[in-house]
Each structure stands twice: as C-alpha cells, then as structure tokens.
C-alpha cells in the first residue's frame, strides 16, 4: 500500500523541456505512468507558471517510438544488442583509438538538451579523464559569444534585472518564445511603467509590446551600440563616477565612438538618426535603471563577440552595471567543479581546431566544433576518428549540414545517445538509449535570483541510463574510474554541494529551491572584477596581447561587406516558436496545431516582385546548398524588405543546408547562422 502510494504520488521537480527549468509538479496514474504536468505553485522562479511545452514532457517520456534498448549498426541495418555488451564494445573500441592514435584522436560533443549544468560539466570530466582536448558542443553556436563578450568586460555575463528597471532593452531577443519567465520580468517593468526598446527586424512576440520597436538590417546591431554610447558620451550623459573609477580604456571607447554619428549609424543600420537619439535620451533619463539583455539574435553573427562587448559597455557608461533596475552580477552557488580542469590541464595536447580560437578555449575550454569537424575529414591537424555524442541533433542543428553529415559519417566510431532515432543517429555505429529529465536528479542554479533546485528522479527504465552512469560506467571499464567514484547521482549531489552552505537534505526537501545568497548590488565597489584588470574593460589588453582589437571595432556583416548580386536576400535564420525546440519534438502531437511545418517568412513586396504567393514553395540558395521551402508572407512591419526568417531543425526543409561553417567569428569562432545571403527562386 505504501509502495503503490509512493509510485503514484505527484513530485514536484523541474522542467527541462528547455533550458528555462521552472518548478513542476509530476502526476502519475494508477499504474505509475507519468500522467500529466502542472506548474509547481511556489518557486521564485517561474512563480507558478509554465509554458505549454512542459506538458508534453508526458508525451515525450512515454512515447511509442522512444529507444529502450542499444542498437548496434551491422551494415545497413541495426541489431538490438545488451547494454553491457555495448558498453564493452565501445569501450573496447575506445581503448584501441587511444592506443593506437592517442587519446586525441577521440572526442565527445554535447549537444543542447544537456546545457548548462552538471550533465555538460560530466561530459566535459569524461574528456579531461580520457586525456583529450576535443570537448566539442553547441555551446559554441549557442550562447558562447555572449558570454565571451560580456565576461571580456565585465569578467562575468551579468543578468538584466527588469524587474526593477525604468529601461529595457532586449537586442535580438524574443523572451515570449525563448524565455517565459523572463518575460514575466518585463511585464512586471512595463507594469511598472517603464519603458520597453525591442531591437529585431522582424516583429517578434515582444517587440508588440515595445514603446519603440527598432528594426536594424541584420548583423548591425554593433553600429546601433556604438551610436547610443557615442550620443551617451558627447551629451555627458555617462556616469563619470563609475567610469573613472572602476574602469579601464574609457577614453579609447569614447573617441572610437565618435565616428558613430546618429546619421552614419543610420546608414549602417537603417535605424533613423533621430530614433538613436531618442532611445540614448531615455537610457539617460532611466540611467541608472537601464536593463539590457542580448540573445541569438546578436551573436549569431560573424561579429558577434565585439557587438556584443559594445552593447555590454552600455551597462557600464550608464553606470547600470550590478545596480538595481540594471545588471545583476550574480554570485554562483561555489559547488564543487566537475570539470577536472586544474586536475588535468592538457596542455601539451594540440586540439583538433588547430588552435585556432584562443579566446574560446581560455573562456570555455571548448574545442571550435565547426573547425574540428573540418579535422574529421581532412586529417589536418591530425585525424579525429571517435565520437561520444550525447543530446544532441547536429545533422539538423550546426551550420552545413551536409558537410557535417559527411563528418560524421567519416569517423572510425560514433556512439550516440539520444531518446530517439534522429537524422545523427541513424549515422552512428551505436545508439544507446538515454534517460530524460524526469528520469535523472540534478541541482541547478538559477543565477538572477541566486537559488539552487534539485531535480527529483520521478521514474527509472531499466537499461536506459542517465548520464552519470553512462560515463560512470564507461570510465571504470577504461580504468580511470577513479574519476567518476560516485555510486550515483543522488551521491554525487551530495558531493557537488560540500563546501556550500546548503545541505543537501534540505535542499531534496525544498520543491521552492534554497537562496544561497542574499542579492548584494554594486559588488565592484570592494571586490575586484574577474577580469585581467580587476576593473570593467571597454578595451581589452588581453585581446591586444592575442593580435585583436583592443576596442569593440565595429565591422560590418559578411553578406554586407561582400555583397553577392546573385543573392539578393539576407536570411535570418532559428526564430524560435514557443512550442518548437531545434530539432527536438517535432513528433509530439500536442505540439503540432501549433508548428505545422517549416515555412519562410517573406515581406509582401519582396513576394510580390518575385510573383510568390502565400505557401507556395520555392528554392533559396545560398553558396553552400539549397533547400526547398513554402513561402509565409508576413504584413509589412512584421519584417524589413530583402531580409527573409526561416526556423531551423525541419528534416522536411533543413535550413542548415544553407547556413556557413565557413565563416566564423575571428574572436570565438561563431558560425554565421544568420544573414545569410541567398537567393530565391520559383519552382512551376
Ligand atoms: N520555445 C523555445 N525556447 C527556446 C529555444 C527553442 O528552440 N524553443 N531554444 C533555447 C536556446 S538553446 C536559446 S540559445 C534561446 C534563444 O533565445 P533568444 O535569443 O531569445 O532567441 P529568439 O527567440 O530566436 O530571438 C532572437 C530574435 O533575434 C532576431 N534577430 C535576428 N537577427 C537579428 C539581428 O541582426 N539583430 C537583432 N537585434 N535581432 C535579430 C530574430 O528576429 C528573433 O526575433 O532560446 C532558448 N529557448
Ligand atoms: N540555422 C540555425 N541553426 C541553429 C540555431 C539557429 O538559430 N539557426 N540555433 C542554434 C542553437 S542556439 C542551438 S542551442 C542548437 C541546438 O542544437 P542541438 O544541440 O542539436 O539540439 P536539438 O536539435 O534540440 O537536439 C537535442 C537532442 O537531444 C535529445 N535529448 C533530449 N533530452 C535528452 C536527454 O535528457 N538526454 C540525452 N542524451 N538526449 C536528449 C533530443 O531527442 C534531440 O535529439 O541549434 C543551433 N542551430
Ligand atoms: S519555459 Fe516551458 S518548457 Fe521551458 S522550462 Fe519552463 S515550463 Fe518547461
Ligand atoms: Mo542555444
């Protein structure tokens, strides 16, 4: 009786049907099968609110096409085979590349559905442990380059704080779609009374809401920056306190700024001169209640990291930076590190990106994903010949994706694990079945308002493992199981949290997670910045030292600075939609009313002067491939002529056909996955 109890009891946990984890509550039928989803009433977080994606984590976990048992390739076939035997092949495998080409020769990647906790940090562990470099992942087309950007100046990537703003500015970001409860935030500011900016050429689900809706052509999004410091700067409306004191380079960020004129912005961006001017007076009078918070949409870009540093050095010249209503530079949880960096340091190991992107590896430790699947096929700097892949979809999600299909399919051993059959699996030599959130327990931190949760493991498959006893048990089998010492995650939760002044106990009890620390404002007036300088960096030595711009030198897009007349268009890709998720549950059924299929967005006079109508289906090109697409045209001011948006992760109209590997960030190597330059053209 108490066992039945037990089995069907709700558990409160949380979400990670994407990377925002809200508090949940967990129901159960009769028979233990989880049954439905509802929000947790009492998190600080999410406040009681979900999405409607969380309730399709039900159809995920219980649905009729997910793995349960290893598949093995045998030709062109797969075989159902025993987990122990498959964990002893590749293992056996493993062991025969290390010995034969070095341990370098082997690589794990990470994709998304793993982000930002301690199952990235496992991975990452598996790595060091093994003795490679190559710890390849999403992160370095997903988020790296505001991180970078934004730890280049302030050593950390601090959180906007519009609950408490009289300004907020959202660049290339659309939180209704991405980000529900930071959206909650902005309500609570317009509530409030304070005002909206929304930077997007297209207009997003909260650019509706805006006071002023700006539209820049894309990747411009650096001179639009620049401008507002330059009017900030030259009306002396910049907070000279704080930019005396506790930064360093002000005077090289102030005459750089000066080219950036209200009219020559305009003519970059095509933002009108006198709306610069407006958004700087409200950021002035706001000042310092200015919140800003930058997405996809800005980094995405081959120039990503210096517009992202100029938009970050906005905070600091309205002296915004860690102060109420402007940025919070949130202090971490001080767990322990997974990572074994220091323990295993790798340093006399080339990685496969040829050393090529420094700054990625002295921030991130991450190999340049792009460039070291270039390593798989040409053999330069040396050949990569195995894969660990784990939640990850790369033949749909990373830039060329029929060169990365190539890639992958080139490699000596490929293992994936995944919930399902994907478009990557289906190119690996193992599939194993992985377990999904509801079925793992792990802690996670939520950096604004500086809190820790602890998942609840609410089922478990037999055979179908969660990370920690993948990697658990793939490192006892090569002997460095010394390294993964845990008996499970429950220990190594207990583990991760020594050292901090949460009990692990407590924290198991608490559905509403446990602040760890009270929030403290303006921290940099005692305690020096992470950065080289100990202060905030407008200009950069660090950067100077490695042969880059010492200031955030604005360089236009590639599509604008090379301009091709054969493609006209400039494609904007990966809007996200708030029931789509990259490649990831397009099966589920409850979504699909919603997300019916791939579609390109198209402003009605650029329709009309192609002859396009409304869902038609025409061919874009790029100088990578081509994809066939049907048409959406959207009213006027929902997007800005010659710029067209299409979603990317649709097997049926893979956008990634189009998207360049071979244009990267010089900075951090990002890939260009927007402003695209391609043509259009009809197909009857
Ligand atoms: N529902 C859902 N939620 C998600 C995801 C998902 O796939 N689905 N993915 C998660 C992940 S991994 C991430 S990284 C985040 C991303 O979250 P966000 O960064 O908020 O991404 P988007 O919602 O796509 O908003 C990006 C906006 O940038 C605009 N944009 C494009 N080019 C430019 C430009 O040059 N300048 C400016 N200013 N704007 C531009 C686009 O039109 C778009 O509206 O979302 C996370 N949340
Ligand atoms: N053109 C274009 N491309 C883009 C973007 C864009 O804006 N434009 N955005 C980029 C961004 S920001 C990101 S983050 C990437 C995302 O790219 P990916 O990392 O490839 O993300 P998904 O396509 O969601 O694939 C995640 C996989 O993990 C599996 N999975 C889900 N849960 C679990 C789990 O708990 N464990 C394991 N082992 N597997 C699980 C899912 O079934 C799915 O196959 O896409 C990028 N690609
Ligand atoms: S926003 Fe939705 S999908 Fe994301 S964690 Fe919250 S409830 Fe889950
Ligand atoms: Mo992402």
Request: glycine share 8%.
């Amino acid at each position: 009786m108490t066992e039945m109890l037990k089995k069907t009891a709700p558990v409160n946990t949380f979400c990670r049907m994407c990377d925002n984890h809200c508090a949940i509550t967990v129901y159960r039928d009769g028979s233990g099968r989880i049954s439905s989803i509802d929000a947790y009433p009492d998190h600080p977080w999410n406040h009681g609110r979900v999405c409607a994606k969380a309730g399709g984590a039900v159809d995920i976990v219980n649905h009729p096409d997910r793995l349960l048992r290893p598949l093995k390739r045998t030709g062109s076939s797969w075989q159902e085979i025993d987990l122990k035997q498959a964990l002893d092949e590749i293992a056996e495998r493993v062991s025969r590349l290390q010995d034969t080409f070095g341990p370098e020769s082997m690589s794990v990647w990470k994709g998304e559905a793993t982000s930002f906790n301690q199952q990235e940090d496992l991975a990452k562990r598996f790595c060091r442990a093994l003795g490679t470099p190559n710890f390849l992942s999403v992160d370095s087309l997903c988020f790296c380059t505001r991180e970078i950007g934004y730890s280049l100046v302030y050593g950390s990537w601090p959180k906007p704080d519009f609950s408490n703003a009289e300004c907020m500015i959202l660049w290339g970001a659309n939180p209704p779609a991405a980000h529900p409860p930071m959206t909650r935030t902005i309500m609570e500011g317009r509530e409030r009374g304070a005002k909206l900016i929304v930077i997007d050429p297209r207009l997003s689900t909260i650019a509706r809401q805006a006071d002023i809706h700006v539209q820049p052509k894309p990747g411009t999004d650096g001179a639009l920056a620049w401008g507002l410091a330059h009017q900030l700067i030259a009306n002396n409306w910049y907070n000279k306190d704080f930019v005396e004191n506790y930064t360093v380079g002000f005077e090289k960020v102030a005459a750089y700024a000066g080219d950036f004129t209200p009219d020559a912005v305009e003519a970059q961006t095509g933002v009108p001169a006198d709306t610069v001017r407006t958004i700087a007076a409200l950021m002035h009078k706001a000042s310092p209640r200015v919140s800003q918070y930058a997405g996809n949409g800005v980094e995405h870009y081959e120039n990503g990291v210096n517009n992202v540093r100029a938009i970050a050095s906005l905070d600091a010249i309205c002296g915004a930076f860690d102060m109420k209503g402007g940025s919070i530079n949130a202090d971490g949880l001080g767990q322990q590190s997974l990572k074994l960096y220091d323990e295993i340091p790798l340093t006399q190991l080339r990685r496969a990106d040829g050393e090529k992107f420094p700054v990625l590896h002295d921030f991130r430790q991450e190999c340049n994903t792009m460039t070291a699947l270039n390593a798989i096929l040409t053999g330069d700097p040396y050949s990569l010949r195995g894969m660990i892949m784990t939640a990850g979809n790369p033949t749909m999600t990373n830039p060329n994706s029929e060169k990365v299909k190539e890639a992958l399919s080139a490699l000596d051993l490929f293992v994936v694990r995944d919930l399902f059959m994907t478009e990557t699996a289906q190119l690996a030599d193992y599939v194993l079945p992985a377990a999904t959130f509801l079925e793992r327990t792990e802690l996670y931190t939520y950096a604004p308002i500086q809190t820790v949760s602890m998942s609840t493991r609410v089922q478990s498959i037999p055979g179908v493992q969660d990370e920690y006893q993948f990697w658990h048990d793939m490192a006892h089998r090569l002997d460095f199981g010394e390294h993964f010492p845990w008996a499970d995650e429950a220990d190594l939760n207990a583990w991760l949290l020594k050292g901090t002044d949460v009990d692990f106990h407590d924290l198991q009890n608490s559905a509403k997670g446990i602040q760890y620390k009270a929030i403290q404002r303006q921290k940099w007036r005692h305690r020096p910045l992470s950065t080289p300088s100990g202060k905030v960096e407008f200009a950069s030595a660090y950067l100077a030292g490695l042969g880059y711009d010492e200031v955030a030198r604005y360089k236009p897009p590639y599509y604008a600075s090379n301009p091709k007349p054969e493609y006209p268009f400039s494609l904007i890709t990966g809007a996200r939609n708030h029931l789509g998720y990259h490649s990831s549950y397009r099966g589920v059924k409850r979504f699909q009313p919603e997300v019916s299929g791939p579609q390109m967005e198209m402003h009605p006079d650029d329709a009309d002067g192609l002859g396009v109508v409304d869902g038609e289906t025409v061919k874009v090109s790029s100088a990578i491939g081509s994809i066939d697409i049907p048409v959406k045209i959207v009213a006027r001011q929902e997007i800005i002529r010659s710029v067209l948006q299409a979603t990317h992760g649709w097997k049926e109209a893979n956008i990634n056909k189009l998207t360049h590997d071979d244009i990267l960030d010089p900075i951090d190597g990002f890939p260009v996955q927007k402003g695209i330059a391609v043509k259009v053209e009809r197909i009857r």
